[in-house]
């Protein structure tokens, strides 16, 4: 069965320290990718997708994510963090076969430190 | 354009009592999702409509959870009765055609409390 695991449940960096949020994946043929950011009381906001091409993929807000497939993972990674960047993570896979639907991770949440 | 549109907000209702939640998705997207994410959880898919059909509905607690998209376009979602464990937030997304590669398009959410 198709499943996607972040095993950070909780990230503490600093203001302008890097960022690497991890991401693997279970499903059989190749994934449809997503990283989504969930900011407090509102909904889930497209990072970046991944599903064919160069495996670096390069989002919004500075946002990059790679995909290794010997790895099964798609980590999210971004150079300098901004305290604006606090909020909470997802990555999911798509599924492509029959319907087509997502399956979520259950989040990085992410604190930021001045 | 406009975004995904929910209401209400935020609702706090007893167990045994019923509760409807509305969506309106973005214009011209033929797919409604709504997703249930428990605290701590990511969201769950309960339901995908493609335009108002119905294309996924296995994870939707069918003896209490009902859902109806008339017209193809805004949608609600109702619980009856309310259980303790269906505290949650309710989320709508919308895509234009359901295709695995497609963004989806997420409203604000539905918060919903159970007592």
């Known amino acids: 069965a198709q499943s996607v695991t972040q095993p950070d449940i909780h990230i503490t960096v600093s203001e302008g320290a890097s960022l690497e949020l991890r991401c693997n994946y279970s499903?059989?043929?190749?994934?449809?990718l997503f990283w989504y950011v969930q900011s407090p009381g509102q909904g889930l906001q497209l990072l970046l997708k991944?599903?064919?091409?160069?495996?670096l993929v390069q989002g919004i807000k500075g946002f990059e994510a790679e995909f290794k497939r010997s790895q099964s993972s798609f980590n999210l990674r971004k150079p300098s963090v901004h305290w604006s960047d606090a909020a909470e993570y997802f990555c999911?896979?798509?599924?492509?076969?029959?319907?087509?639907?997502?399956?979520f991770g259950t989040g990085t949440r992410l604190k930021v430190l001045a | 354009e406009a975004g995904v549109a929910q209401s209400p907000r935020y609702k706090i209702i007893e167990k045994r009592q019923s509760v409807a939640f509305w969506c309106n998705p973005i214009?011209?997207?033929?797919?409604l999702y709504w997703y249930q994410q428990i605290l701590g959880q990511g969201p769950k898919l309960l339901i995908q409509?493609?335009?108002?059909?119905?294309?996924?509905d296995s994870q939707l607690p069918k003896d209490r959870f009902s859902a109806e998209r008339l017209k193809g376009v805004d949608s609600t979602l109702k619980i009856q009765p309310a259980k303790l464990e269906d505290s949650a937030v309710y989320l709508c997304?919308?895509?234009?055609?359901?295709?695995?590669?497609?963004?989806?398009?997420f409203g604000p959410g539905t918060r919903l409390l159970v007592l």
């Open positions: 499903y059989g043929a190749t994934p449809y």
């Open positions: 409509f493609q335009n108002n059909g119905v294309v996924d």
């Open positions: 997304a919308s895509s234009p055609g359901g295709l695995a590669w497609e963004t989806q398009y």
């Open positions: 991944y599903f064919s091409g160069d495996t």
């Open positions: 214009s011209g997207h033929a797919t």
């Open positions: 999911a896979v798509a599924t492509t076969s029959g319907t087509y639907k997502y399956i």
